[in-house]
């Protein structure tokens, strides 16, 4: 399965509450796609889904890290994982 339909296809399992299945696409996009930020993303929207405020936030850190570091993203990016985390912090 392609990139995009591979991290697409974790929205449908978070509607159908899948989340077992959904951190497996999400661990299969950060073996598979090591520089995409696919991966980190997606598992802080499955944790968020799940009510894993902690483990949310450590993944939104990850995501801001990763776009900090890497080619073809925006401070505006950065600033919103980096908000989604305090929001998952309670700040």
């Avoid at 399992?13 to 696919?38: N, R, S, T």
């Avoid at 570091?69 to 600033?79: A, H, L």
């Amino acid at each position: 399965m392609a990139l995009d339909d591979l991290s697409n296809s974790i929205n449908d399992l978070i509607k159908e509450k899948d989340f077992q299945k959904a951190q497996a696409v999400c661990q299969q996009l950060l073996d598979d796609y090591p520089d995409q930020i696919d991966g980190f993303s997606r598992f802080a929207q499955v944790y968020e889904a799940m009510g894993e405020k902690a483990k949310a936030a450590v993944c939104y850190r990850k995501s801001a890290k990763f776009a900090t570091e890497n080619d073809g993203f925006d401070q505006e990016s950065v600033d919103m994982y980096i908000e989604d985390a305090k929001r998952m912090e309670g700040e």
